[in-house]
């Protein structure tokens, strides 16, 4: 796994974290005051999750005057279901879906 995967995990491990993303992926290029408004925790607290996820390439931030706007870089985790979800799960559903379908068809309540 690469660091980068590392990190990505990492920084959505916490359900802080998550809940900020969730806020940029609602209404993109957030100033950290907007982002804290709802948390109920300190600005240097908000400012350390935002930290992490910038260095996860989660989110990129761009200066508007003396504003930092915050903003959501899906591309992370794209690439985080693509490497380590979507392998694992089409087989399984597929083969889920099918045996739910089955069962279904042989269903004895279903018989006359």
Known sequence: MSDDDDLVFKALADSTRRALLDRLFARDGQTLTELESELAMSRFGVMKHLRLLEDAGLVVTRRQGREK??????????SIHDRWIDKYTE??????????????RDDPKEKP
Request: proline fraction near 8%; aromatic fraction near 4%.
């Open 91 to 104: 087989h399984h559903t597929t083969t889920l879906l099918d045996l739910k379908a089955e069962l279904e």
């Open 69 to 78: 706007l915050h903003f959501l870089n899906p591309v992370p985790i794209r």
